[in-house]
T-cell receptor
Framework: DTEVTQTPKHLVMGMTNKKSLKCEQHMGHRAMYWYKQKAKKPPELMFVYSYEKLSINESVPSRFSPECPNSSLLNLHLHALQPEDSALYLC?????????????FGAGTRLSVL | RKEVEQDPGPFNVPEGATVAFNCTYSNSASQSFFWYRQDCRKEPKLLMSVYSSGNEDGRFTAQLNRASQYISLLIRDSKLSDSATYLCVVMAGYNKLIFGAGTRLAVHP
C-alpha cells in the first residue's frame, strides 16, 4: 500500500470556495510533487518541491497555490477554481537525490468543481 | 510530436497469453525510464524500472534501446489481475516525469 497519504479522498467545491488538499509522507523523501490527472489522460506535473523549496512550476494558474510546511507535508490551496479544474489530484514523493529518484504516488483527491 | 508515445490499445488478450507494449520517447538526453501500472480510479504504481541491459521481474520483462529511443514491456502468462493501464514514463531532468498516454490491457478468461 502507498506510504503517501492524501486527504480528503473526495472534495466537492463551488467556484467561490477556498479549500486545501493535503499530502503527507514519512519515508524521509526530500522531493514532493503535485500532479493533475483528467479522465483517460496521463498525470500532468504541476509543481515540484525539492528540499522544501519550489523548484518547478509548470505554468500553473495562480488559483492553485502550493505550500510545503516541512519535508513531510505538502499542501495545495485552491481558490476560485473553474469547472474544468475538476480532476484527480495526485501527490507523489521521491528521495530527491541520488539513485533513480523513483516517485511514489498517493491515492489522490478526486475534486469536483461546481 | 509527443515526448512519450504509446499505442493506447486496448489490448484484449486471453489468460495465459503473452503481450508486448512499446513506447518511444523524443528526448535523447533522458536518463531514467519506468513502467507504471494504473488501475481504474487508482493511483499509478511503479511496475519496474527499465535499463539498457534489460530487466526481468517474474512474468514481466522490460527493455530499453537508447539508439532507437524505444522502450518495451513484455508480459508472459497473462493473468486477469494484469488488466490495467500501463504507463511508459521517462524522466526529463532530475525530478520531472513525462508520462505516455498509457496502454490499456484487458485480460479475459
Amino acid at each position: 500500500d502507498t506510504e503517501v497519504t492524501q486527504t480528503p479522498k473526495h472534495l466537492v467545491m463551488g467556484m467561490t470556495n477556498k479549500k486545501s488538499l493535503k499530502c503527507e509522507q514519512h519515508m524521509g523523501h526530500r522531493a514532493m510533487y503535485w500532479y493533475k490527472q483528467k479522465a483517460k489522460k496521463p498525470p500532468e506535473l504541476m509543481f515540484v518541491y525539492s528540499y522544501e523549496k519550489l523548484s518547478i512550476n509548470e505554468s500553473v494558474p495562480s488559483r492553485f497555490s502550493p505550500e510545503c510546511p516541512n519535508s513531510s507535508l505538502l499542501n495545495l490551496h485552491l481558490h476560485a477554481l473553474q469547472p474544468e479544474d475538476s480532476a484527480l489530484y495526485l501527490c507523489a514523493s521521491s528521495q530527491g537525490s541520488g539513485g533513480e529518484n523513483i516517485q511514489y504516488f498517493g491515492a489522490g483527491t478526486r475534486l469536483s468543481v461546481l | 510530436r509527443k515526448e512519450v508515445e504509446q499505442d493506447p490499445g486496448p489490448f484484449n488478450v486471453p489468460e495465459g497469453a503473452t503481450v508486448a507494449f512499446n513506447c518511444t520517447y523524443s528526448n535523447s538526453a533522458s536518463q531514467s525510464f519506468f513502467w507504471y501500472r494504473q488501475d481504474c480510479r487508482k493511483e499509478p504504481k511503479l511496475l519496474m524500472s527499465v535499463y539498457s541491459s534489460g530487466n526481468e521481474d517474474g512474468r514481466f520483462t522490460a527493455q530499453l534501446n537508447r539508439a532507437s529511443q524505444y522502450i518495451s514491456l513484455l508480459i508472459r502468462d497473462s493473468k486477469l489481475s494484469d488488466s490495467a493501464t500501463y504507463l511508459c514514463v521517462v524522466m526529463a531532468g532530475y525530478n520531472k516525469l513525462i508520462f505516455g498516454a498509457g496502454t490499456r490491457l484487458a485480460v479475459h478468461p
